[in-house]
Structures are given as structure tokens and as C-alpha cells.
């Protein structure tokens, strides 16, 4: 199993299957636009931008797990393109830890344990997936991807 077996939906919840992304680097974020980390967008899209052309897609999945997300995908993404000028693809809101997780969320979590073990400290946890989709490294809600840029410029 890796990462090119699930299915997720976009911002506006038509499904697709992260197969589209085979042979890419992948940089998965639980994002929240009401969260004190929300300026992380603005970073993540430096090296959105900076590195999309070698293979790098970061996706966005909003979560309101820790109450801090605006109702739907559709405007947590108009909220982040408009506030942060983000550019990379987002999705539904999702949960990300319990049984009512995201199977995806389920599966990075397995892959890449953190401080809480299998769950998902905080929003802006991020996962790194390699070309051949597997869940590399995970890092922390407070580390800002401008801290891990080698590991992404890496796998590239």
C-alpha cells in the first residue's frame, strides 16, 4: 500500500485519486485558516511555487478537528487564496484523528509517528511522500517549511 491508493476530494468535493500524482513529490498539510499557524500558508506557497516545476504538489486538507477551520472546503480555500495567495490544490474539510479520520490521515499517521503517537498533534502537521509515494518524514504543526526545504529539494 502507498500513498497513490486513496481517493480524496476536492475543494468543492468532486472525488479523485491521488494517483494523478504519480512520480511527484508530495508535501501533505492539515491546514486551518482561524489557526495562529495560518501564516504557514504564505510560506508553503514560496515553495509551492518555487519547486512545482521539479515535481513538488502540496495539498492542503482542512480540517476543523481542533476548531479552527471556516465551514466548508470551498471556503477555507477562497479564504486562503484571498488572504495568503495559495495556489496549490485544497480539499473537503476532513477530520484528521479518531475513528472518523480521513482514511488518508489514518495512513500518514501509521506511516509517521509523532509526539501523540498515531495522532495528529495540532493543524499544520505535515507529511512528506517521496516520488514513489512513500510517507518519508513527518513534521511538526510549529516547524515552518523553510526549516525542511533540503528534505523536499532531496527527494526532487
Known amino acids: 500500500m502507498n500513498i497513490y491508493d486513496f481517493d480524496v476530494k476536492d475543494e468543492n468535493g468532486a472525488p479523485y485519486s491521488l494517483k494523478k500524482f504519480e512520480g511527484k513529490v508530495l508535501l501533505i498539510v492539515n491546514t486551518a485558516t482561524k ?12 515553495v509551492y511555487k518555487k519547486y512545482h516545476d ?27 487564496r484571498l488572504t495568503y495567495g495559495v495556489t496549490f490544490p485544497m480539499h473537503e474539510v476532513i477530520k484528521v484523528n479518531g475513528e472518523s479520520a480521513h482514511p488518508l490521515f ?4 501509521e506511516e509517521t509517528k ?7 498533534k495540532w493543524n499544520f502537521t505535515k507529511f512528506l511522500v517521496d516520488r514513489d509515494g512513500n510517507v518519508v518524514k513527518r513534521y511538526a504543526p510549529t516547524d515552518k517549511p523553510s526549516k525542511f526545504e533540503n ?5 526532487l
Do not use: R
Open 35 to 46: 489557526c495562529g499557524l495560518a501564516g504557514q500558508f504564505e510560506e508553503l506557497e514560496e
Open 54 to 80: 521539479q515535481g513538488l504538489e502540496i495539498l492542503g486538507f482542512p480540517s476543523d478537528q481542533f476548531k479552527q477551520e471556516l465551514g466548508s472546503g470551498n471556503e477555507a480555500a477562497e479564504a486562503c
Open 106 to 109: 489514518k495512513y500518514l499517521t
Open 114 to 120: 509523532g509526539l501523540l503517537g498515531k495522532s495528529v
Open 151 to 155: 528534505d523536499i529539494a532531496k527527494y
